[in-house]
């Protein structure tokens, strides 16, 4: 069974960077996809970017276009989270995910059900 972990979170003042780091535990399983959610507290867990290994395509929420960039190496299974200029309403809980079975033409890689495999979330608060 392939498990994810998070590392990097943290406190940072508002305006400031963090990069998030998400590496799976067997590099022999393949996946498809990988991801990042966040869950601030109260409110449902939401898309924040995602990259599909054919072709490296990027997807990233309206809300950190332009501020979060996602990177990712297929082989090793690892998936990064650049996060500049933060504000705080970006504080919150951040998971990594990944989707370990093929995709089709009309996956949705901004949404929950395509990722089948979630990492136990590090935490980003964002101070003003």
């Known amino acids: 069974q392939l498990h994810l972990l998070e590392s990097g979170g943290g406190l940072v003042q508002h305006g400031g960077s963090l990069r998030l780091s998400c590496a799976a535990s067997k590099r022999t399983v393949s996946t498809y996809a990988m991801a990042w959610f966040r869950q601030a507290a109260g409110k449902d867990r939401e898309f924040v970017a995602s990259?599909?290994?054919?072709?490296?395509?990027?997807y990233y929420s309206d809300s950190v276009k332009a501020r979060f960039f996602i990177s990712g190496d297929n082989a090793k299974n690892t998936v990064d989270l650049q996060m500049n200029s933060l504000k705080p309403e970006d504080t919150a809980v951040y998971f990594c995910a990944a989707r370990a079975r093929p995709t089709d033409y009309d996956t949705d890689y901004r949404a929950r059900t395509t990722f089948d495999t979630w990492g136990q979330g590090t935490q980003v608060t964002v101070s003003s």
């Open positions: 990259i599909t290994w054919s072709g490296g395509v990027p």
